[in-house]
């Protein structure tokens, strides 16, 4: 009996300690494949019968997912096979006014799907890729563009019909002769009379032709220029376009060393901040009178506006008054009603100050305003676009219109009356909507929005005039919503801070109880504990609220070190209660905890989710109050949890590499070690659609770039610096960190490491580059804050 007793215990002490092991983190577990974890459903695709709900879903942690679905009447998911995957229709298209049919492209053919039956029609069958897919207006043909024009093609009886006919490198009519050519030539005609001959048959067969010639389309001659936005109007009396010049910068190259060829390879990337942009002109072709007009941008109120920093160079203020010049924008595809009697554009400033929503008059081009909104630093936040548009812009009616704007100093929605010429706000407050849909009747307008704290996000509707709020989701977290096409049901992609993202189904109601549908976490996961980091905050020395995760050791080790994450993107928001896109840093927080750490994740000046002046406040000086933000967590550890404030480490990736340099260059004695990974060290050399917003251009502003980038700063580098670098990154170029290093060399630093991958892009992807990057960070922090 004892033996038997004691083999038990023996055997349950085996199985606690197996169990503590499954349980205990390490670098290596964390930085596997994360198929370990689980993987998540995305993907979330309603069939345009409301019905089914299809996914992408891993469960059985294959080498990938696989397209799985479920009915509102069967929650349990199924898998498709090969055969039904490649027969699903496509989910994007467009519905007709009955709802009972949608146009859609699927590998550049168009099909038509009868919804109540499921089965669909294909009414191309080419080579070359037919896109764009619309109804006309009475629904009696398809519209759609292949190569540089647009057809119609009748539901009735098949006929094809080519609308546009755009060319390029038309042959070039004849040189004039000159008075010796012509001269000779008459001589001919005078001397011979089979020439005369000739010459009259010719003119007779010409005639006959064009006698005998089908109506065509006006050619219009596009030469070389990126034809863009082909549309026809509801009304059929309209093709609006664009036409755009490429700019002609320089294309920065990436050198691949462990090319399969064995030989190096270079990868062409992008070009970089200030470098020549792509200018476009719009137009409109009017097809009843062949005409071609183009929309005229010189009437834009404030066309010629300067922006507030030029008054910082005196020379280059006094030389842009005088030249006087209209600002390059960029023109959106034009948006009509539904009649399609009125047109309205989004028109965005290329020096990314200005978004004028304006009507458009497409019978002679001319623009009338309807909003504007102007910002110093640059138009941005959800909803609002910037200068290359994406902008929530779109019709209630044939009178109104919809979009959002920042004039708050928040994104809300707000409507217009092109008629009454009234504006109104329908949504306010502290908090931003961050999606927006209109419902198909069009009387209610569905949003998410961080109305109750900046990291949680639920689902709203409120009528398209205004008035009650009503809020659908009840999880508290993130939800991220599709709403099914009839708008009976919510299909809701649902995280918590230490939970994936998962599955669920509600009903469209007030109330309603969300259903789980899938389980995505394995077992291994789920035996580790995973922290709910405390939310806190704490005002910043300008006296600016800021929010944070902290993570706090159970068993704080008695050198009492900690560590500042810092996101990357810049405009970013990772404080939230929702599961992490940083799914890895949130576990290796988890196990600096586990190993003594207290760790803190500031959502710092500039980041998403709290509004205008927070996103725009890093305006002209990155790495100023970003990096104070920083400075100042460190301080709140030291007062408030107890830290050492020599034992404090930073780091961070992109973004985040970039404040870490500028932390370990410029902020002597606050931070003992940092790492910065995949680094910008000179914003001069990153890429223009980004940094442009933020620093302007180098040429135009060079005191924002000279006071922002860490390469200016290296001399001041204190503490102990590990850099991790990928060698084929196409976003922040291995050049970056190769100039830094040459930097600190001819400075004689010696407190620094460089580590590379030669195949890794931006994001890592193999797990033995994770491992080892996580690793050296990790002993940076044991080296150097531990002691």
Not at 130 to 156: C, M, P, R, W
Not at 492 to 505: D, G, Q, T, V
């Amino acid at each position: 009996m004892k033996k038997y007793l004691l083999a038990i215990s023996f055997f349950a002490i085996i199985a606690i300690s197996q169990a503590q092991e499954l349980g205990k983190l390490t670098v290596d577990k964390i930085m596997r494949n994360p198929v370990w974890m689980g993987t998540s459903p995305t993907e979330i695709q309603w069939s345009a019968d409301s019905k089914t709900i299809y996914f992408q879903w891993n469960p059985e942690a294959e080498g990938k997912s696989s397209t799985y679905f479920i009915t509102t009447s069967n929650l349990n998911p199924q898998k498709l096979n090969k055969q039904q995957e490649k027969n699903l229709p496509s989910f994007t298209g467009v519905l007709n006014k009955a709802k009972n049919q949608k146009l859609y492209e699927k590998n550049g053919d168009i099909f038509l799907l009868d919804i109540k039956s499921g089965k669909s029609k294909q009414l191309t069958n080419t080579i070359d890729r037919e896109t764009g897919v619309a109804f006309n207006n009475d629904e009696t043909a398809v519209i759609y563009q292949k190569g540089d024009n647009l057809y119609q093609q009748s539901l009735l009886n098949g006929e094809l019909t080519q609308l546009s006919n755009f060319t390029r490198n038309r042959d070039k009519p004849e040189p004039k002769l000159n008075d010796q050519e012509k001269w000779l030539k008459d001589e001919q005609f005078s001397l011979f009379d089979i020439l005369k001959k000739e010459k009259k048959e010719e003119l007779e067969n010409t005639l006959e032709t064009n006698f005998k010639k089908v109506k065509r389309p006006k050619q219009i001659n596009i030469d070389e220029a990126l034809l863009n936005g082909l549309q026809l109007s509801p009304n059929g009396d309209y093709i609006t376009y664009r036409l755009i010049k490429r700019g002609e910068g320089k294309i920065a190259n990436v050198p691949d060393f462990v090319d399969s060829t064995g030989f190096t390879t270079s990868i062409s990337t992008r070009t970089k901040v200030g470098a020549p942009q792509s200018t476009s002109v719009s137009y409109i072709y009017d097809i009843k009178k062949e005409t071609v007009i183009k929309i005229n941008t010189t009437t834009i109120p404030g066309i010629k506006d300067l922006p507030d920093y030029v008054k910082d160079y005196p020379a280059q203020l006094a030389e842009r008054q005088k030249k006087n010049t209209d600002r390059a924008v960029n023109i959106g595809i034009p948006i009509w009603n539904q009649k399609g009697t009125k047109a309205v554009v989004a028109i965005y400033s290329q020096d990314n100050k200005d978004r004028w929503i304006m009507e458009l008059n497409p019978q002679n081009g001319t623009l009338t305003l309807l909003d504007r909104q102007r910002d110093e630093a640059w138009i941005g936040g959800p909803g609002v676009g910037g200068s290359y548009g994406g902008g929530n812009l779109d019709w209630i009616d044939d009178e109104t219109i919809y979009f959002q704007s920042e004039a708050s100093g928040y994104s809300h929605i707000y409507t217009f009356n092109t008629q009454t010429k009234t504006k109104k706000q329908i949504t306010s407050g502290n908090w931003e909507v961050q999606s927006l849909d209109l419902s198909a009747d069009k009387k209610t307008f569905y949003f998410t929005a961080n109305i109750a704290h900046p990291g949680i996000i639920h689902f709203y509707k409120i009528p398209v005039s205004g008035g009650n709020l009503i809020r659908l989701t009840s999880m508290k977290g993130a939800n991220e919503v599709s709403l099914s096409p009839d708008e009976k049901y919510l299909a809701i992609r649902y995280s918590y801070s230490n939970k994936p993202w998962e599955l669920y189904l509600q009903a469209n109601k007030d109330g309603a109880k969300a259903q789980k549908i899938t389980h995505s976490t394995t077992k291994e996961f789920e035996s580790y504990p995973w922290r709910d980091p405390e939310m806190i905050t704490f005002n910043n020395r300008y006296g600016t609220k800021i929010y944070a995760r902290l993570y706090q050791a159970s068993n704080p080790d008695a050198a009492k070190p900690a560590v500042i994450f810092v996101h990357g993107a810049g405009y970013l928001q990772n404080v939230d209660y929702k599961w992490s896109d940083y799914f890895r840093e949130y576990m290796f927080h988890n196990f600096l905890a586990d190993n003594g750490y207290t760790v803190l994740d500031i959502d710092y000046t500039g980041s998403a989710g709290y509004g205008r002046d927070f996103r725009t406040g890093i305006y002209r000086h990155m790495g100023g109050k970003d990096l104070t933000d920083q400075v100042d967590g460190a301080k709140l550890l030291t007062e408030k949890y107890g830290i050492d404030p020599k034992h404090i480490g930073i780091y961070g990736g992109s973004y985040g590499g970039f404040i870490t340099l500028m932390a370990m260059f410029t902020q002597p004695g606050v931070f003992a070690a940092g790492a910065g990974l995949r680094s910008v060290t000179d914003w001069a050399h990153y890429n223009h659609g980004y940094t442009s917003n933020i620093l302007n251009e180098p040429y135009n502003d060079e005191k924002a770039y000279q006071q922002s980038s860490p390469i200016n700063f290296a001399d001041g580098l204190k503490g102990h610096l590990l850099m991790c670098h990928g060698m084929l990154d196409l976003n922040v170029h291995f050049q970056d960190i190769v100039r830094l290093s040459q930097r600190l060399i001819e400075l004689k630093k010696d407190n620094w490491q460089l580590a590379v991958y030669p195949i890794e892009n931006h994001g890592f992807v193999e797990p033995t580059s994770w491992r080892d990057e996580y690793s050296r960070i990790y002993k940076l922090f044991e080296e150097n804050l531990k002691n």
